[in-house]
């Protein structure tokens, strides 16, 4: 069984940063795509970036050149560095371990970003 904890969200204000992190436990962390994906209030959730265990990237285009994915497999961590925020990135942001044996959520982490 994977279990994910993400962290790092909070309050900051329009144009400035968070890290979030992901880490996991319970697979093997370096054969899974981690993703990470938001889900603002009325919307559905959506892609912001996803990295490969071969360490392809993919990312929203509404992030492109702002937000960056990375992870750490020997942590079993994934991060998303969150550059110039905009009030529009405000959602709960979660991360996701997927493999051929599991597709797995973690619980959210809030990211506000007042004007």
């Known amino acids: 069984q994977v279990q994910l904890v993400e962290s790092g969200g909070g309050l900051v204000q329009a144009g400035g940063s968070l890290r979030l992190s992901c880490a996991a436990s319970?697979?093997?962390?370096?054969?899974?795509?981690i993703g990470w994906y938001r889900q603002a209030p009325g919307k559905q959730r959506e892609l912001v970036a996803v990295?490969?265990?071969?360490?392809?990237?993919n990312s929203a285009d509404s992030v492109k050149g702002r937000f960056t994915i990375s992870r750490d497999n020997a942590k079993n961590t994934v991060y998303l560095q969150m550059n110039s925020l905009q009030p529009e990135d405000t959602a709960v942001y979660y991360c996701?371990?997927?493999?051929?044996?599991?597709?797995?959520w973690g619980q959210g982490t809030q990211v506000t970003v007042s004007s």
């Open positions: 319970g697979g093997i962390f370096s054969i899974a795509a």
């Open positions: 996701r371990y997927t493999s051929r044996q599991y597709d797995t």
């Open positions: 990295l490969t265990s071969s360490g392809t990237t």
